[in-house]
Nanobody, 122 residues
Framework: QVQLVESGGGLGQPGGSLRLSCRAS????????MSWVRQAPGKGLEWVSD????????YYSESVKGRFTSSRDNPKNTVYLQMNSLKPEDTAVYYC???????????????WGQGTQVTVSS
């Protein structure tokens, strides 16, 4: 069965860095766009980034563009989110999510990880 397991969250300082990982299993990882989505306290879900199956094309929300970088290691079935220049407003639970259809950028998500908490505070 499909599983997505995030790790790497924790406490970061403003201006600091954290790296999140999401290990996938149960599907042909390299053919799917993978996303990062976050939910800040008391707010709705916010899309953060998408990365193509081959890893060469990425998209970011305006709120993280230039600070966050998504990458993937397909032999390891893992997608990463490198978060630099952290801000307090980056505090959220971060989820990795799988698009429903292979190669699709726009399909809905059909599987989510359990989430990992990121707190940015001095």
């Amino acid at each position: 069965q499909v599983q997505l397991v995030e790790s790497g969250g924790g406490l970061g300082q403003p201006g600091g860095s954290l790296r999140l990982s999401c290990r996938a299993s149960g599907f042909t990882f390299s053919t799917y766009v993978m996303s990062w989505v976050r939910q800040a306290p008391g707010k709705g879900l916010e899309w953060v980034s998408d990365i193509h199956g081959g890893g060469h094309t990425t998209y970011y929300s305006e709120s993280v563009k230039g600070r966050f970088t998504s990458s993937r290691d397909n032999p390891k079935n893992t997608v990463y989110l490198q978060m630099n220049s952290l801000k307090p407003e980056d505090t959220a639970v971060y989820y990795c999510a799988k698009r429903a259809y292979s190669g699709s950028w726009a399909s809905q998500y059909d599987y989510w990880g359990q989430g990992t908490q990121v707190t940015v505070s001095s």
